[in-house]
């Protein structure tokens, strides 16, 4: 019944900036907090900012200063804006929404999209 579909990813060289956003669709009455997550090549998929319906976000020390996570609820939409990137940046990168659906709260996914950091 819901979806989450992932844009923005691609190739950039360091330094460079990329935007990703994820919008929810489907059958639910609100989406909750949000977030996104990345998986490096042969490592944990681990969380990079999370961000709550009423706006407060948190980052992983990795990425503070550099990335900024916002959302906007009338589009069940967040989005990601990684400046400065870095090439251990370079992962795939998840969306993550709690979508209330009319008491029953899911955690779903993204289908992911890579991020690659070269020169």
């Known amino acids: 019944q819901v979806q989450l579909v992932e844009t923005g990813g691609g190739l950039v060289q360091p330094g460079g900036s990329l935007r990703l956003s994820c919008a929810a669709s489907?059958?639910?009455?609100?989406?909750?907090?949000m977030g996104w997550y990345r998986q490096p090549p042969g490592k944990e998929r681990d969380l990079v900012a999370e961000i709550t319906k009423g706006g407060s976000a948190n980052y992983a020390d990795s990425v503070k200063g550099r990335f900024t996570i916002s959302r906007d609820n009338a589009k069940n939409t967040v989005y990601l804006q990684m400046d400065s990137l870095k090439p251990e940046d370079t992962a795939v990168y998840y969306c993550?929404?709690?979508?209330?659906?009319?008491?029953?709260?899911?955690?779903?996914w993204g289908q992911g999209t890579q991020v690659t950091v070269s020169s």
């Open positions: 993550n929404a709690n979508v209330d659906q009319w008491g029953l709260i899911n955690r779903r």
């Open positions: 489907g059958n639910f009455f609100s989406v909750n907090a």
